[in-house]
């Protein structure tokens, strides 16, 4: 019996280990507005950025910083990550709000970003 637990222990980790980890984020729909897609690509957590395509032929048409992360290098890299969680249209401004509950407002005519919160 005893022979089993260094084992046992082993497992004990590598499971707590595996679920701390964050997942992924979510996958936020893209928004067509006057023939253009806009999307947060939302690739690795420490970079926020909008990418618009045309809605027809899907060519990029220009990409946008909203945020970036700053990760503090004591601290586990994946819960300091932020990721845009929804996207919506008001009077020209694509809204952005992220998953640490910030929202951003980008002017899509100026493309000037505006931090709301």
Known sequence: MNRF????????IAFASAHAKRSGPAKVEPIIHEGVRYEAPN??????????????????????????????????QDVQWVFIKRLSIEQQKLIIVATNGKS???????????KLD
């Open 5 to 12: 637990l260094p084992v046992f222990l082993l497992f004990l």
């Open 104 to 114: 951003y407002a980008l002017n899509l005519d100026t493309r000037e970003v505006l």
């Open 43 to 76: 690739e690795n957590g420490r970079r926020a950025i909008i990418r618009a395509s045309d809605a027809k032929t899907g060519k990029q048409l220009w990409e946008k910083e909203i945020f970036t992360v700053t990760v503090k290098p004591d601290l586990e």
